[in-house]
Structures are given as structure tokens and as C-alpha cells.
T-cell receptor, first 117, second 111 residues
Framework: EAGVAQSPRYKIIEKRQSVAFWCNPISGHATLYWYQQILGQGPKLLIQ????????DSQLPKDRFSAERLKGVDSTLKIQPAKLEDSAVYLC???????????????FGSGTRLTVV | DQQVKQNSPSLSVQEGRISILNCDYT??????FLWYKKYPAEGPTFLISISSIKDKNEDGRFTVFLNKSAKHLSLHIVPSQPGDSAVYFCAAHNAGNMLTFGGGTRLMVKP
């Protein structure tokens, strides 16, 4: 099966600019996650979708970050305006459902490396 | 507040020997624990998981041990191979559907 697709792979922007990341999960996976991984740290959950509904966005900085999952398939994550501390790898992951994801793991994409200068 | 900690940032092991990666947690409500492996420029790859009602789970060369009283889990890789060189993350799940990751341990397996 095809993996989780993410684009772009790399992005460099100036602070206060906006940026968007795109994710296409594995076909049939109902649960989609966006994680932020700062250099030297483990991934941190930003938002979790079940189909096109938000399950958890408690750690999403809603004043600048937004995410949507149209029709329960693709998802986009946007940052507006970006800050220097947003420099990180943004990982998208998916699983059949949240329960299956615990037993068989989430499938992660390769991520988008964002550098804010 | 780091609920999941991997106190060893790096570990070096000779090929063929056992690699033991450790993880400590503070939240007794975690119900599942997972291990992921990450190569540079790639996303994390799932290795193995364990439910909080078990104390051991094995899959090929990988075994995870869970000690609930000590709030400690470990991943054993036997025998270690050079291809196992990567960053390993432990992660813990709570009923709120959130997966919390540790900071990672870089494993280097020397030929």
C-alpha cells in the first residue's frame, strides 16, 4: 500500500509569513494526526482528526495554527503568521482508527522541514 | 511537564550484542506503550507496542518489557545489527487519545 504522502519536503520562510503543509493519508485510514518535532525532541501532537471531525486540538496554538481535513481524506496544516520557534519538522500520520493505531502503530509520512528565518 | 522520558540520549553497542533502550513515565493512566524507530529524513516507523495489562511483548528480535510498579519500560534488541542504528522513541497513550513521545535515544550499532 502507498504510504502517507506529505508536501513540500522543505520550506524556508521569513517570520510573519504564512505557510501551508499538505498530507494525504493511507487510503481508508479514518484517523489522521499532525505532529510537530523540534530538533532534539520527540514529536508533539498538534491535532487529531477522526474522518473530518477534530478529536483533539488541545495543543494546537490556535492563534496562528489551523488545520482542516476536507471530506475526511487529505489534510492541510497552516501557520499564519510564522514565528522563529515554529522551525521544526511537521509530521503527518494516519491509522485505520485510534484503537488499531495502538496495536499496529500509526504510519508516519516523511515530514516537512520548516525553517523560519 | 515531561510525562515520558528517555534519559539516555545515545547508546553504542557492538554488532551481535544486546541493545537495551529505556523509558520512564509518570502518568499511571497510560494504557498503551509503543516504540518507534526513526532514520534521518524519514518519518518514525512503528516497531512494537504493549498494553498496560501485559508485562512483555515479543516480535522477532524486538522485545518490550513493562514494569508498571516502577513506571518503566525497556526495548531489547537481540542480536543488534548495523541497520538498527537509528533514533528510537518510546510513546505512551492515555484514554484521551493522545500519544506522548519521549525525547528519543540514538542507537549506534558498530560492525
Amino acid at each position: 500500500e502507498a504510504g502517507v504522502a506529505q508536501s513540500p519536503r522543505y520550506k524556508i520562510i521569513e517570520k510573519r509569513q504564512s505557510v501551508a503543509f499538505w498530507c494525504n493519508p493511507i487510503s481508508g485510514h479514518a484517523t489522521l494526526y499532525w505532529y510537530q518535532q523540534i530538533l532534539g525532541q520527540g514529536p508533539k501532537l498538534l491535532i487529531q482528526f477522526q474522518n473530518n471531525g477534530v478529536v483533539d486540538d488541545s495543543q494546537l496554538p490556535k492563534d496562528r495554527f489551523s488545520a482542516e481535513r476536507l471530506k475526511g481524506v487529505d489534510s492541510t496544516l497552516k501557520i499564519q503568521p510564522a514565528k522563529l520557534e515554529d522551525s521544526a519538522v511537521y509530521l503527518c500520520a494516519s491509522s485505520l482508527d485510534s484503537g488499531t493505531g495502538l496495536i499496529y502503530g500509526y504510519t508516519f509520512g516523511s515530514g516537512t522541514r520548516l525553517t523560519v528565518v | 511537564d515531561q510525562q515520558v522520558k528517555q534519559n539516555s540520549p545515545s547508546l553504542s553497542v557492538q554488532e551481535g550484542r544486546i541493545s537495551i533502550l529505556n523509558c520512564d513515565y509518570t502518568n499511571s493512566m497510560f494504557d498503551y506503550f509503543l516504540w518507534y524507530k526513526k532514520y534521518p529524513a524519514e518519518g518514525p516507523t512503528f516497531l512494537i507496542s504493549i498494553s498496560s495489562i501485559k508485562d512483555k511483548n515479543e516480535d522477532g528480535r524486538f522485545t518490550v518489557f513493562l514494569n508498571k510498579s516502577a513506571k518503566h519500560l525497556s526495548l531489547h534488541i537481540v542480536p543488534s545489527q548495523p541497520g538498527d542504528s537509528a533514533v528510537y522513541f518510546c510513546a505512551a497513550h492515555n484514554a484521551g487519545n493522545m500519544l506522548t513521545f519521549g525525547g528519543g535515544t540514538r542507537l549506534m550499532v558498530k560492525p
